[in-house]
């Protein structure tokens, strides 16, 4: 039974066939499936309609009718007052739009409701790419070349690109690991904290078996868009760059500095435009194209409140990741001793497989738990900016038995 819930855009079809077999203990019944259009009905006649919601197992929900707006037949306002009825909350958050702590308290909330499947999924990713982060440095980055090159009054250009090599060798490694478990843990967490919104639970197998057909492409797109935000900082720089390689240093360099800080701008702009993407490629079985274009419509007249949902996420990951990695980093130096304070500092010096393996094991307890909360937020942040456009509380409410 396909347990993930449909995410279509409005005005597009299920994309999963209804099916009744069993259902999860302690699970509200899912609706009657509409009957089967009749025999020569054609294909755009049995589409939703626009602003409609796929509801768990094909289903097409409809909104309930809206309440009388005021009193009837001059009763009077005491007569027909009626006070507003609290939103319906059948899993982590209320189904309305969201306010900022609501949309990290969800997150959070995730991790406490479904704290098997979230930290099963996110330990065993963390533990595998931290065990490959160790490995690769023990085996080729473990010894630094140190900061004597780039002190040089006027080094030569083969001892700046071997210094520029040193330095970032280890880091490439790292984030590259990095940013393959993120795509790994967005994609199992999304689906669920999607099936958490309902309320409804989901194992660690199911969340892999919606997951897994997206992975390709959400590996794609999330390998795109750091390849863009890149792009775009290095055309800004291109024109300093290009006067500083025919001879005029000082401007150039000048030059470059503008270019890059005004890339930079446009970088950010793209990444918090295209941040939705993800979940959109995940929920609405969208390509990478037509994902980025979801999402730029989503963030469309939000930009601002989105970049500080982000950033404010951004800084609680930091925090977390800071508050487990600092003890760890100061019993990996303990166990170093002097070698790894050097090398912690740039200084040229080789460190032991102990102080490798103490530091990975903080980084697999940091990323354990920083990466459900990252993947959360996006994806709550997602489903908040499709209930302020598209009314999506209404169906997500239909679909979790309310509003019969």
Same mark, same amino acid.
């Given at each position: 039974m396909?347990?993930s819930?449909?995410?279509?855009?409005p005005?597009?079809?299920?994309?999963?066939e209804?099916?009744?077999?069993?259902?999860?203990?302690?699970?509200?019944v899912?609706?009657?499936?509409?009957?089967r259009?009749?025999?020569g009905?054609?294909?755009?006649e049995?589409?939703?309609?626009?602003?409609?919601?796929?509801?768990?197992g094909g289903?097409?929900?409809t909104?309930?009718?809206?309440?009388?707006a005021?009193?009837a037949?001059?009763?009077?306002?005491g007569?027909?007052?009626?006070q507003?009825l609290?939103a319906p909350?059948?899993?982590?958050i209320?189904?309305r739009?969201?306010?900022?702590s609501?949309?990290l308290?969800?997150a959070?909330?995730?991790?406490?409701?479904?704290?098997r499947t979230?930290?099963?999924?996110?330990l065993?990713?963390?533990?595998?790419?931290q065990?490959?982060?160790?490995?690769?440095t023990?085996?080729?980055?473990r010894?630094t070349?140190?900061?004597?090159?780039?002190?040089?009054?006027?080094?030569?250009l083969?001892?700046?690109?071997?210094?520029?090599r #040193?330095?970032l060798?280890?880091?490439? *490694?790292?984030?590259? %690991?990095? +940013?393959?478990?993120?795509? $790994?843990?967005? /994609?199992l967490?999304?689906?669920?904290?999607?099936r958490?919104?309902?309320?409804?639970?989901?194992?660690?197998?199911?969340?892999?078996?919606?997951a897994?057909p997206?992975?390709l492409?959400?590996c794609?797109l999330l390998?795109l868009?750091p390849?863009?935000?890149?792009?775009?900082?290095?055309v800004?720089?291109?024109?300093?760059?290009?006067l500083?390689?025919?001879?005029?240093?000082?401007?150039?360099?000048?030059l470059?500095?503008?270019?890059?800080?005004a890339?930079?701008?446009?970088?950010?702009?793209?990444?918090?435009?295209?941040?939705?993407?993800?979940?959109?490629?995940m929920?609405?079985k969208?390509?990478?194209?037509s994902?980025?274009?979801r999402?730029?419509?989503?963030?469309?007249?939000?930009?601002?409140r989105?970049?500080?949902?982000q950033?404010? #996420?951004?800084?609680?990951?930091?925090? *977390?990741?800071?508050? %487990?990695? +600092?003890p760890?980093s100061? $019993?990996?130096? /303990?166990f170093?001793?002097?070698?790894?304070?050097?090398?912690?500092?740039?200084e040229?010096?080789?460190?032991?497989?102990a102080?490798?393996?103490?530091?990975?094991?903080?980084?697999?307890?940091?990323?354990?738990?920083?990466f459900?909360?990252?993947?959360?937020?996006?994806?709550?942040?997602?489903?908040?900016?499709?209930?302020?456009?598209?009314?999506?509380?209404?169906?997500?409410?239909?679909?979790a038995?309310?509003?019969d």
């Open positions: 396909n347990e819930p449909g995410w279509a855009p005005g597009s079809s299920p994309s999963d209804p099916d009744h077999g069993s259902q999860q203990p302690n699970e509200p899912d609706h009657p499936v509409p009957e259009p009749a025999r009905s054609t294909w755009a049995q589409q939703p309609p626009a602003g409609r919601w796929t509801a768990p289903g097409i929900s909104p309930p009718p809206p309440h009388p005021g009193p037949n001059g009763a009077g306002w007569a027909g007052f009626r507003p609290p909350r059948p899993g982590v209320p189904l739009p969201l306010g900022v609501e949309i308290d969800g959070i909330a995730t991790m406490r409701a479904h704290w979230v930290l099963g999924i996110s065993a990713v963390s533990v595998v790419a065990g490959l982060i160790t490995v690769i023990g085996l080729w980055f010894t070349s140190g900061t004597a090159t780039v002190d040089k009054p006027d080094p030569t083969g001892e700046a690109l071997e210094a520029v #040193s330095a060798g280890s880091s490439s *490694v790292t984030l590259l %690991v990095g +940013v393959l478990g993120t795509i $790994v843990t967005t /994609a967490l999304t689906m669920v904290t999607a958490a919104v309902l309320g409804r639970p989901v194992t660690s197998g199911e969340a892999w078996g919606g897994r997206r992975l492409q959400l794609g390998l868009i390849a863009i935000t890149a792009a775009v900082i290095g800004g720089m291109a024109p300093g760059m290009l500083a390689a025919v001879g005029v240093g000082s401007e150039g360099a000048a470059a500095s503008l270019g890059a800080l890339g930079t701008g446009v970088a950010i702009w793209l990444w918090v435009r295209f941040s939705l993407a993800a979940p959109a490629l929920l609405e969208q390509g990478i194209i994902a980025l274009r999402s730029a419509k989503l963030v469309r007249g939000a930009w601002w989105v970049f500080g949902i950033l404010l #996420s951004i800084v609680l990951v930091f925090l *977390v990741a800071a508050i %487990v990695e +600092v760890t100061a $019993v990996a130096m /303990a170093g001793g002097d070698s790894a304070i050097d090398y912690l500092s740039g040229s010096v080789s460190v032991g497989w102080f490798l393996i103490v530091v990975g094991i903080g980084g697999v307890i940091s990323s354990a738990v920083t459900p909360i990252s993947a959360g937020v996006t994806a709550l942040l997602y489903m908040d900016q499709r209930i302020r456009r598209e009314a999506l509380d209404i169906e997500l409410a239909r679909a038995g309310y509003g």
